[in-house]
């Protein structure tokens, strides 16, 4: 099956910039998705892209090379709020999203 | 307002028990899917359907079930089969299984076994 990786944590100031990589197996994926998982609650949308660049909402942005097989998502002006789980899920034909184990973000004053 | 509710959000049981966790959606999605989440790990797909009265197997359906009866409706029973129950489950819908669409997901349920 599709293996995706991404690290496992991460640690940024408040304030600064910070970019969670995705990397995938090139072949099955239409497009890539970015969910936020705060601590014991459900995983909400971030975003998803489908073509190669970058798509930015707000202060968050989010990244897809299909040919290199690699996304990020990038996060700027940080928050404490922002302190969550990143994961990053793609779609492949007409089977369940395939999800990565998620990239654990703190953030610290 | 549309959504997907699970109940209830902590349930405890004794070990040995068959438990039954609830996951309605409102939003007419036809795919419906159920994960694990254990502490610092990623979603494991449990059971999915794509369809009413149809559903697969996921990553590690062994010692639970699932039934697919009603287009909202897609309980998943944890049996006493189950080694390790104790978990966050999730449940999740979305239009339909293939290519663009979001998926949302239910508050979780989390089982304590005692």
């Known amino acids: 099956g599709q293996n995706i990786d991404q690290p496992t944590e991460m640690t940024a100031t408040e304030g600064a910039i910070v970019q969670i990589n995705c990397t995938y197996q090139?072949?099955?994926?239409?497009?890539l998705f970015w969910y936020q998982q705060h601590a014991g609650e459900a995983p909400t949308f971030l975003s998803y892209?489908?073509?190669?660049g970058l798509e930015e909402k707000g202060r968050f942005s989010s990244f897809l090379s299909r040919s290199k097989g690699y996304s990020y998502l990038l996060l700027k002006e940080l928050q404490m709020k922002d302190s969550a789980s990143y994961l990053c899920a793609g779609p492949s034909g007409n089977t369940p999203l395939v999800f990565g184990k998620g990239t654990r973000l703190s953030v610290i004053a | 307002d549309g959504g997907i509710t699970q109940s209830p959000k902590y349930l405890f049981r004794k070990e040995g028990q068959n438990v039954t966790l609830s996951c309605e959606q409102n939003l007419n999605h036809d795919a419906m899917y159920w994960y694990r989440q254990d502490p610092g790990q990623g979603l494991r797909l449990i059971y999915y359907s794509q369809i009413v009265n149809d559903f697969q197997k996921g990553d590690i359906a062994e010692g639970y079930s699932v039934s697919r009866e009603k287009k909202e409706s897609f309980p998943l029973t944890v049996t006493s089969a189950q080694k390790n129950p104790t978990a966050f489950y999730l449940c999740?819908?979305?239009?339909?299984?293939?290519?663009?669409?979001?998926?949302?997901f239910g508050p979780g349920t989390r089982l304590t076994v005692l």
């Open positions: 999740a819908s979305r239009v339909s299984s293939g290519g663009y669409n979001e998926q949302f």
């Open positions: 892209n489908v073509l190669d």
């Open positions: 090139t072949s099955g994926f239409n497009g």
